[in-house]
């Protein structure tokens, strides 16, 4: 599996010839990330996460393609012009066949933002597909439930604070701990999130491996 980081929350996974595009969102390299893609999955209803006319300009490109979103990602998608019957709503607990790869489905909840700002319905994904497995949270610190090769793990944003996700970290068993959720990171941040999430004592024994906006990972 070749996974590859198109900036903030989307990324790219290559396998056995098919291409599962995670959250290509409003602050990620949409256009690209999606240019043959098998199939897109979206944790959630955010432009960060779900680039909405990126999508449709997708799907009608690629008569292939399939989406499949939390209920209000689909709902938003559809409203935007995406065909109904390719865009398929999920909810926790479903397990699905894309591309070839297992995908489970997790989560249920955004991370609080505010406590006057309404929850988010926000699921995860759990992909495995040749023999390698990742975890996208989406806005959630929600645990994979089991080990994983590739542990994505939001660093940035106004629902979270560092030592959060060193916890998250620490928690999970991952060979790999990649960041993500990173838009509103300096350099000075993304310093500082490595320092925190590469040092055992706080995080666990893992890899840390920061990718650039187009750099992939091959398991």
């Not at 935007?80 to 865009?87: F, L, M």
């Not at 996700?165 to 990649?178: E, K, N, P, R």
Request: glycine share 10%; net charge negative; proline share 6%.
């Amino acid at each position: 599996m070749k996974i590859t980081f198109l900036g903030h929350a989307c990324v790219r996974l290559d396998v056995d010839g098919a291409a599962l595009v995670l959250d290509p969102g409003t602050y990620s390299q949409a256009a690209s990330a999606l240019d043959g893609a098998t199939a897109v999955l979206v944790t959630h209803d955010h432009p960060d996460h779900v680039d909405v006319p990126a999508v449709v300009a997708a799907l009608g490109e690629t008569p292939a393609l399939a989406v499949y979103a939390s209920e209000a990602a689909a709902a938003a998608l559809v409203a935007g012009g995406a065909p109904a019957d390719r865009v398929h709503g999920v909810t926790p607990g479903q397990e699905l066949s894309v591309g070839g790869a297992r995908v489970v489905v997790g989560g249920g909840r955004h991370a609080l933002i505010h406590r006057a700002i309404p929850q988010a319905t926000n699921v995860t994904y759990l992909v495995t597909a040749g023999g390698a497995s990742v975890y996208h949270p989406g806005d959630s610190f929600d645990q994979p439930g089991e080990a994983v090769d590739v542990l994505l793990t939001p660093v940035s944003g106004p629902w979270m604070k560092l030592g959060e996700a060193v916890d998250y970290a620490a928690a999970a068993q991952a060979t790999y701990l990649v960041p993500i959720h990173d838009a509103l990171s300096s350099e000075l941040g993304h310093a500082m999130a490595a320092r925190q999430l590469s040092t055992p004592a706080l995080a666990g024994e893992h890899t840390f491996r920061r990718l650039a906006p187009g750099e992939s990972l091959t398991l």
